[in-house]
């Protein structure tokens, strides 16, 4: 597997060849031979393999049935014996929120927070309609929402992927705006209305625009489908770089003069970004949501590599 940068990929901007170029990898991901998921946590097969099953009806026990799916409460009843017959899980939306905001606008090494997240966006999305799921999506800017209905085919991926690249493009060129930019609470309203009940969310964003009355949300979200959580980290928001200058840095409220030379402004960073990230960390764990985590500095298919 090629663990390079697609071969269009500049890191600033996005293009159509570049989101395709992950269609291609999708196969290294599919059940049951690995999950995704289980790769970000570092394991190289998934627990679960292929896809879940779901009940379907019960029926007269057959010879050879599974003595373990035998329905004990039915055959008390009818006094004949019953056995569950089960099904293969039929297709799910997954609905995607990618968060284009300004300070996801940000790269300090090889790639834009936001262009690592477009990666991973394409790559789920294939990986979705692969497994004849329905893929769906909702990109929020900071100041204004988009939504894609989940479709199945690769018609899914094709939409997200152009509203993707529009999304991004328009934040590049707002960048040096001082406009104010809302929470994600909008961005995970539409989400509770967009999203059926049994849906997997997966929420990728830096997280630097949820606060505490965003919790409510992603608690109302959590009751009816199943979140993931995708942290997207830039090395020098954790303090991390070879740079020993001064800088004048901006968070789109107010600029600072940082000295990149003092080891305790950098330790400063990266104490105020661990903090951060331990509490996203204790809400999905409250939650029993699954918390993963990106870093800007290499690319997509490295980090996936484990």
Same mark, same amino acid.
């Given at each position: 597997?090629?663990?390079?940068?697609?071969? =269009?990929?500049? +890191?600033?901007?996005?293009?159509?060849?570049?989101?395709?170029?992950?269609?291609?990898? /999708?196969?290294?991901?599919?059940?049951?031979a690995k999950s995704l998921w289980s790769q970000l946590h570092g394991q190289h097969h998934s @627990? *679960?393999?292929? *896809? +879940? #099953?779901?009940f379907a009806e019960v029926r007269q026990y057959q010879p050879g049935d599974d003595i373990r799916? !035998?329905?004990?409460?039915?055959?008390?009843?009818?006094? $004949?014996?019953?056995?569950?017959?089960?099904?293969?899980?039929k297709e799910k939306p997954v609905i995607l929120y990618l968060d284009f905001s300004s300070s996801?606008?940000?790269? @300090?090494?090889?790639?834009?927070?936001?262009?690592? #997240?477009?990666?991973?966006?394409?790559?789920? @999305?294939?990986?979705?309609?692969?497994?004849?799921?329905?893929?769906?999506?909702?990109?929020? %800017?900071?100041?204004?929402?988009?939504?894609?209905?989940?479709?199945? *085919?690769?018609?899914?991926?094709?939409?997200?992927?152009? $509203?993707?690249?529009?999304?991004?493009?328009?934040?590049?060129?707002?960048?040096?705006?001082?406009? =104010?930019?809302?929470?994600?609470? %909008?961005?995970?309203?539409?989400? /509770?209305?967009?999203?059926?009940?049994? =849906?997997?969310?997966?929420?990728?964003?830096?997280?630097?625009?949820?606060?505490? =009355?965003?919790? /409510?949300?992603?608690?109302?979200? &959590? *009751?009816? &489908?199943?979140? $993931?959580? !995708?942290? !997207?980290?830039?090395?020098?928001?954790?303090?991390?770089?070879?740079?020993?200058?001064?800088?004048?840095?901006?968070?789109?409220?107010?600029?600072?003069?940082? %000295?990149?030379?003092?080891?305790?402004?950098?330790?400063?960073?990266?104490?105020?970004?661990?903090?951060?990230?331990?509490?996203?960390?204790?809400?999905?764990?409250?939650?029993?949501?699954?918390?993963?985590?990106?870093?800007?500095?290499?690319?997509?298919?490295?980090?996936?590599? +484990?």
């Amino acid at each position: 597997m090629s663990m390079k940068q697609p071969p =269009s990929s500049n +890191g600033v901007t996005l293009s159509l060849e570049e989101l395709i170029f992950f269609k291609q990898h /999708t196969v290294h991901w599919l059940p049951p031979a690995k999950s995704l998921w289980s790769q970000l946590h570092g394991q190289h097969h998934s @627990s *679960r393999l292929g *896809r +879940g #099953m779901d009940f379907a009806e019960v029926r007269q026990y057959q010879p050879g049935d599974d003595i373990r799916s !035998i329905d004990w409460r039915v055959t008390a009843r009818t006094g $004949k014996t019953h056995t569950k017959v089960f099904c293969e899980e039929k297709e799910k939306p997954v609905i995607l929120y990618l968060d284009f905001s300004s300070s996801m606008q940000f790269g @300090s090494t090889l790639m834009l927070k936001s262009v690592l #997240m477009a990666h991973m966006a394409s790559l789920i @999305s294939w990986i979705s309609v692969a497994q004849k799921d329905r893929i769906g999506a909702v990109i929020d %800017d900071g100041q204004t929402l988009v939504e894609v209905k989940p479709t199945s *085919r690769s018609k899914g991926p094709l939409q997200i992927i152009q $509203k993707m690249i529009d999304g991004h493009q328009s934040s590049l060129a707002r960048l040096g705006n001082t406009t =104010s930019q809302t929470s994600m609470s %909008d961005g995970l309203k539409t989400l /509770t209305r967009l999203c059926p009940k049994g =849906s997997e969310i997966v929420l990728l964003s830096d997280f630097t625009r949820l606060d505490e =009355s965003n919790t /409510t949300f992603i608690n109302q979200l &959590n *009751r009816h &489908n199943r979140i $993931k959580v !995708i942290q !997207i980290i830039d090395p020098l928001e954790r303090g991390k770089t070879t740079y020993r200058g001064v800088e004048l840095v901006s968070n789109r409220i107010k600029n600072q003069w940082i %000295d990149f030379s003092s080891k305790k402004t950098r330790q400063q960073i990266e104490h105020a970004f661990t903090d951060h990230q331990q509490s996203l960390k204790s809400l999905c764990h409250s939650q029993a949501i699954h918390y993963s985590s990106l870093s800007s500095d290499s690319p997509l298919l490295q980090q996936l590599s +484990g």
